[in-house]
């Protein structure tokens, strides 16, 4: 149903190599978000997009980059990828800069580093 | 800066029974206060939301009441289900230009037949 897709859907990586991860809307919502999910810790933002080249940093945003070329699309990119983020991560979207909508999330990314 | 408490889980109910998982928040201003659940193996989905003091999200049956006094979302059900076994997030839209969801850790519903 979703106008979002995330992909992967699983991924298992080397320590070291990098690894890009995709989020794709066909909502046309301005406002595109990256979290990783862990046990105990909820969910925590990464990074996020207020639109076309718009970006800024979440509370865990080291090891992260993220570009939004398109208004469609969103990739999160893990440098060099390490075995703390080993993660679930989710992209979710919204549509607008009012404080109460919510969120629609992605299926989510299971990234294992080994 | 802004946070949102939950209580730990997990929280094994039968079914029939009455549910409530504590929510507290902490935030400057008036935020959104929202539910999501997550069933195993997907993303999470909206619940329910309420956007200032006083008001009642409500859906499937779930209901939370914004409290400002007591600075508090607590999810209810009267009746639980089976089905309703999943992971429960509280959450709250802050007020910056970010308009990003800060959420709690999650609590874990089992509920057995």
Redesign the interface.
Known sequence: DAGITQSPRHKVTETGTPVTLRCHQTENHR?M?W?RQDP??????IH?S?GVKDT?K?EVSDGYSVSRSKTEDFLLTLESATSSQTSVY?C?I?PS????????????TRLTVV | GDSVTQMEGPVTLSEEAFLTINCTYTATGYPSLFWYVQYPGEGLQLLLKATKADDKGSNKGFEATYRKETTSFHLEKGSVQVSDSAVYFCALSGMDSSYKLIFGSGTRLLVRP
């Open positions: 406002y978000y979290y105990g810790h909820g969910l925590r933002l996020y207020y800024d979440g989710f979710a919204r800069g009012q404080a109460n909508y919510g969120y629609t999330f992605g299926s989510g």
